[in-house]
């Protein structure tokens, strides 16, 4: 079962201008969320998280927003830069680290 | 963080072989995790390896077909047995920061099996 999805499988922003990037979730026991980003032949790295008793933590260009009513998280990047273009991955973990979930990833797409 | 390498990089193998994938860390850490990522599909935890007892898998993987190795702190090893074209994918070791929850992953091993 899918218990994160990422319902963009891409997308496409152009440089300067905002990419907002979307994750939702099924079970509400996970308490810590994070972003990575992926480039191609390398391995998954962490770029930003939130604990469930936040509803924003912003780093730099980066800003997670968690809705846990919605169950629901989104990663803003503001400016959007070309080097960004990646594929991002929202996860969610429970107190059980055997409970980290991945979504399947957003490619996203910075046009110069 | 923690600079994490594996081996092979990538195989092809042929259906019903064994391919073993090394992950190397540069520090000790407790827990070591396994992860697939088959095409077009989210990231999945095949098992946690903690060193000095057996591997947990997740629901979906059994021992027997991914059989786990955790001889010290920093090294873990990740059997694909009797292997079948539905086996081709993406495998990545990890491991979890000792300070916070974030992970870092290897470079991952790209398997494809004919």
């Known amino acids: 079962d899918q218990q994160v999805k990422q319902n963009s499988p891409s997308l496409s922003v152009q440089e300067g201008r905002i990419s907002i990037l979307n994750c939702d979730y099924t079970?509400?026991?996970?308490?810590?969320f994070l972003w990575y980003k992926k480039y191609p032949a390398e391995g998954p790295t962490f770029l930003i998280s939130?604990?469930?008793?936040?509803d924003k933590n912003e780093d730099g260009r980066f800003t997670v927003f968690l809705n846990k009513s919605a169950k629901h998280l989104s990663l803003h990047i503001v400016p959007s830069q070309p080097g960004d273009s990646a594929v991002y991955f929202c996860?969610?973990?429970?107190?059980?680290?055997?409970?980290?979930?991945f979504g399947a990833g957003t490619r996203l797409t910075v046009k110069p | 963080s923690a600079v994490i390498s594996q081996k092979p990089s990538r195989d092809i193998c042929q259906r019903g072989t064994s391919l073993t994938i090394q992950c190397q860390v540069d520090?000790?850490?407790?827990?070591m995790f396994w992860y697939r990522q088959q095409p077009g599909q989210s990231l999945t935890l095949i098992a946690t390896?903690?060193?000095?007892?057996?591997?947990?898998?997740e629901s979906g993987f059994v021992i027997d077909k991914f059989p786990i190795s955790r001889p010290n702190l920093t090294f873990s090893t990740l059997t694909v047995s009797n292997m079948s074209p539905e086996d081709s994918s993406i495998y990545l070791c990890?491991?979890?920061?000792?300070?916070?929850?974030?992970?870092?992953f290897g470079p991952g091993t790209r398997l494809t099996v004919t």
């Open positions: 990890s491991v979890e920061s000792s300070l916070s929850y974030e992970q870092y």
């Open positions: 079970n509400s026991m996970f308490d810590y």
């Open positions: 939130i604990s469930s008793i936040k």
């Open positions: 996860a969610a973990q429970g107190e059980n680290n055997n409970d980290m979930r």
């Open positions: 520090s000790q850490v407790t827990m």
């Open positions: 390896a903690n060193q000095g007892s057996e591997a947990t898998y």
